[in-house]
């Protein structure tokens, strides 16, 4: 393969096929769950990824809600990235952005309301 000084091949593989997504805002999805957003800055050969401007990203799925929660630079360890992929700066999918408190509010409701479940004891006499 000749590919000319200075330029970018078609495809390349590993690690540095992130070269395409420098200096884009991305979301990434951690093996701990997490899912961070940020504009990539550097990485490495590891993967090993740099972000900027980067915020921890958590969603209410019942209510079509999510919250960003501002970390600056963020930088991430190649093998605790699930996933990595282009997004744009507006929240996508019909979901509606709020405040981190109101989101917490949210996800309380919810866990307290499936807690109430799993705890409610159903009695059930043989007649």
């Not at 504009?39 to 969603?59: C, G, I, P, W």
């Not at 209410?60 to 809600?65: G, Y």
């Not at 605790?80 to 709020?98: H, N, P, Q």
């Amino acid at each position: 393969m000749n590919v000319p000084f200075g330029t970018v091949p078609g495809f390349l593989p590993g690690a540095a096929s992130l070269v395409e997504q420098l200096d884009k805002r991305v979301l990434l999805v951690l093996r701990d769950g997490r899912h961070i957003t940020g504009v990539v800055r550097s990485f490495d050969q590891f993967s090993n990824v740099v972000l900027e401007d980067a915020k921890e990203r958590k969603f209410a799925f019942s209510v079509k809600k999510y919250a960003d929660k501002h970390v600056g630079i963020y930088v991430v360890r190649g093998d605790s990235v699930i996933v990595l992929g282009e997004i744009e700066d507006d929240g996508g999918a019909g979901m509606t952005k709020v405040t981190v408190e109101e989101l917490d509010d949210v996800l309380e409701n919810e866990v307290d309301e499936e807690e109430e479940e799993r705890l409610k004891v159903v009695w059930e006499f043989d007649q």
